[in-house]
T-cell receptor, first 115, second 112 residues
Framework: GAVVSQHPSRVICKSGTSVKIECRSL??????MFWYRQFPKQSLMLMAT?????????EQGVEKDKFLINHASLTLSTLTVTSAHPEDSSFYIC???????????FGPGTRLTVT | QQQVKQSPQSLIVQKGGISIINCAYE??????FPWYQQFPGKGPALLIA?????SEKKEGRFTISFNKSAKQFSLHIMDSQPGDSATYFC???????????FGKGNQVVVIP
């Protein structure tokens, strides 16, 4: 149980374009999902908290107009990187929180490369 | 964001040995102390977690121990195997809510 999927697993896009990443909880309902970014050999940095049916809460320093988050259902959250630039190249990971506890279940990650 | 401090940054252990990694925290109000395991190119996975009402929890070869007075919790990997080679993260919520702030990670390498 508690499986989270992400799509796509890898994406390469040209500078200036937008990319959408999907995060799905497959066997449970997630009222809260989280989006993280991880650079090579570094820790996971929380970008935003996504709440079903409401606006996402962004961490300090994260541009909400650049990283658009939509949590339209209890099993799907999307992250759209708008006007991507090479510095946005990173490993993006989502997680979904179990409604009853603190446990977060992570997706497999999406490797974004902006050329 | 990082309020947990992990040590050592990296660790090399012989197969069959014991790996010990530590996490020092600040938020004394927190009641959930997790360790996550991450392999290269993969998302992290919850390995083991403990509540502060117990001092130790064991799951297979993995043991988490909690020292409330020292504000520290540790992960012990018994009989370490090459397949345990990964980066291990501890976490705590900043400000006491359900978000998690991760430490910088402990890279564990188990050599045959």
């Amino acid at each position: 149980g508690a499986v989270v999927s992400q799509h796509p697993s890898r994406v390469i896009c040209k500078s200036g374009t937008s990319v959408k990443i999907e995060c799905r909880s497959l066997d449970f309902q997630a009222t809260t999902m989280f989006w993280y970014r991880q650079f090579p050999k570094q820790s996971l940095m929380l970008m935003a908290t996504s709440n079903e049916g409401s606006k996402a809460t962004y961490e300090q320093g994260v541009e909400k107009d650049k990283f658009l988050i939509n949590h339209a259902s209890l099993t799907l959250s999307t992250l759209t990187v708008t006007s991507a630039h090479p510095e946005d190249s990173s490993f993006y990971i989502c997680s979904a929180r179990d409604h009853w506890g603190y446990e977060q279940y992570f997706g497999p990650g999406t490797r974004l490369t902006v050329t | 964001q990082q309020q947990v401090k992990q040590s050592p940054q990296s660790l090399i252990v012989q197969k069959g040995g014991i790996s010990i990694i530590n996490c020092a925290y600040e938020n004394t109000a927190f009641d959930y102390f997790p360790w996550y395991q991450q392999f290269p190119g993969k998302g992290p996975a919850l390995l083991i977690a403990i509540r502060p009402d117990v001092s130790e929890k064991k799951e297979g070869r993995f043991t988490i121990s909690f020292n409330k007075s020292a504000k520290q919790f540790s992960l012990h990997i018994m009989d370490s195997q090459p397949g345990d080679s990964a980066t291990y993260f501890c976490a705590e919520p900043p400000g006491g809510n359900n978000r998690l702030a991760f430490g910088k990670g402990n890279q564990v390498v188990v050599i045959p």
